[in-house]
């Protein structure tokens, strides 16, 4: 049913319980399991550059790491249920990085990770995975991640 699925994680805790369900399907489908982390350009150029002396300090260079660091926990998480991960780390705005690599791949499934945000919030910010959801045609699986208090 499902031979590429695509999980896009943003390393946070949203994408937590979408990160083990991503690995458990693609196990079960024996499917390749592309993993993607989207540097979100609107961050990183929200600020200045004014308080970084050297560019690697900047927020580029610490989103980018914190992809490496995911991308990499995710492979070892797959390595060991036996599943092929394809992994990328792309630039741009994620909601249409996502579905643009979703096309690319030719994805059967699209796997993000949610957790439940105050209406205020999602009014003024809305939602990468909301936004996905509007735009692209392909089957897509939410996975809510419980919060914790």
């Known amino acids: ?22 690995i458990e399907l693609a196990a079960a489908h024996d499917a390749v399991l592309h993993v993607l982390y989207v540097v979100d350009e609107d961050v990183v150029t929200a600020y200045s550059g004014d308080e970084y002396v050297d560019e690697a300090e900047g927020p580029e260079h ?12 995710i492979r070892r998480d797959a390595d ?17 990085r996502i579905v643009e690599y979703a096309d690319d791949t030719d994805a059967d499934l699209i ?21 996905v959801l509007r735009l692209t045609t392909r089957p897509a ?8 208090a």
């Open 1 to 22: 049913m499902y031979d590429r699925i695509l999980l896009s994680t943003d390393g946070t805790s949203a994408s937590a319980e979408a990160e083990s369900h991503a």
């Open 62 to 73: 610490g989103l980018e790491e914190l992809g490496e660091e995911t991308l990499a926990a």
């Open 80 to 96: 060991a249920a036996g599943v092929e991960v394809a992994e990328a780390m792309q630039h741009g705005r994620p909601a249409e």
């Open 111 to 131: 796997v993000l990770g949610t957790k439940r945000r105050p209406e205020e919030y999602r009014a003024l910010l809305g939602s990468v995975t909301d936004r």
């Open 141 to 148: 699986t939410v996975v809510k991640t419980e919060v914790r």
